[in-house]
């Protein structure tokens, strides 16, 4: 079974916002397995914006996205399996691609080891959300 290109065209499309001065968001289906500030979700989706300056240590890998940022003042840690991100888009033009809400792999279940952030990879599995995916323009 080949690799997914989700995460190849959500690091493709991030690369292309921030060359071509635009601020990538992703929006992102939220279940158990997302790390995420509860109070920001709406509809079990978020919006997030992944602009460099906007994160720290914003790492994109095949199964996960992981960054720092601030909330109402206070740092907070981002966990997103890539399977949730539901688009990615430049917030100045609205130019992107959406995807399906995706199933974690087998192998994928946990989150990476924690570094020095003392993350725990002892959540429990996805819900996946029914029906057609869609997408809204957010402004």
């Given at each position: ?7 190849y ?32 979700v709406?509809?079990?989706e ?9 994160t ?16 109402g ?6 966990w ?12 100045e ?12 792999a087998?192998?994928a ?7 020095a ?11 996946r959300?029914?029906g057609r ?6 402004k």
């Amino acid at each position: 079974m080949s690799t997914s290109t989700k995460p190849y065209m959500i690091r493709a499309l991030h690369q292309w916002c921030c060359d071509n001065g635009h601020t990538p968001y992703v929006v992102v289906w939220v279940n158990d397995k997302t790390d995420v500030p509860r109070e920001f979700v709406k509809n079990n989706e978020i919006v997030l914006n992944i602009a460099y300056s906007a994160t720290k240590n914003l790492k994109m890998d095949n199964d996960w996205i992981s960054f720092s940022a601030r909330f109402g003042g206070m740092s907070r840690e981002i966990w997103l399996p890539v399977g949730n991100v539901m688009s990615i888009f430049a917030r100045e033009t609205g130019e992107g691609m959406g995807f399906e809400v995706e199933p974690m792999a087998d192998h994928a279940d946990l989150k990476p080891a924690p570094d020095a952030s003392g993350k725990s990879d002892d959540e429990p599995g996805p819900n996946r959300p029914g029906g057609r995916p869609s997408l809204r323009i957010v402004k």
